[in-house]
């Protein structure tokens, strides 16, 4: 079976004091929220940073999902990367402070994640921008 096609995941139990076991029922979360994308066009977001989670916990978070073929950096009062998973519609997105500490991290279930789309204002500066941009040009004879 293609890897890629199956929706199962498995991951084994790996006990120790910072596994607090709440990765699974992210995961199922995780399904819920991609049910509800495709069904009703909701996004959700699941900010990790808040829950009561352990170091394994994250980490076989993250083997579940693997990566996928997107990556973003966005250089605004710190970084913020946003990595696409190896799941259509699953999306880490992670803030740090201009020290580069981790402030916020999410996984966000929606085609795109806001961050990444331009917002209406910017583009009407763009525009404007780029209007006088070839404004320029044209008085310069190119």
Request: with cysteine; aromatic share 4%; charged share 25%.
């Amino acid at each position: 079976m293609n890897p890629a096609m199956d929706d199962s995941i498995e991951i084994e139990p790996t006990p120790c004091a910072k596994d607090r076991g709440n990765d699974l029922p992210v995961l199922n979360e995780i399904l819920h929220a991609l049910n509800e994308l495709l069904t009703h066009d909701r996004q959700t977001v699941i900010d990790i940073k808040s829950l009561p989670f352990g170091p394994v916990d994250e980490e076989r978070l993250s083997i579940a999902l693997g990566q996928g073929e997107v990556a973003a950096t966005i250089h605004t009062l710190g970084e913020s990367r946003v990595t696409e998973t190896a799941y259509a519609g699953i999306w880490w997105v992670e803030h740090r402070n201009e020290q580069g500490a981790v402030i916020a991290k999410f996984i966000e279930v929606t085609y795109m994640p806001d961050i990444l789309k331009a917002q209406h204002e910017d583009v009407i500066v763009a525009r404007q921008k780029l209007k006088d941009a070839l404004e320029t040009i044209k008085l310069n004879g190119a």
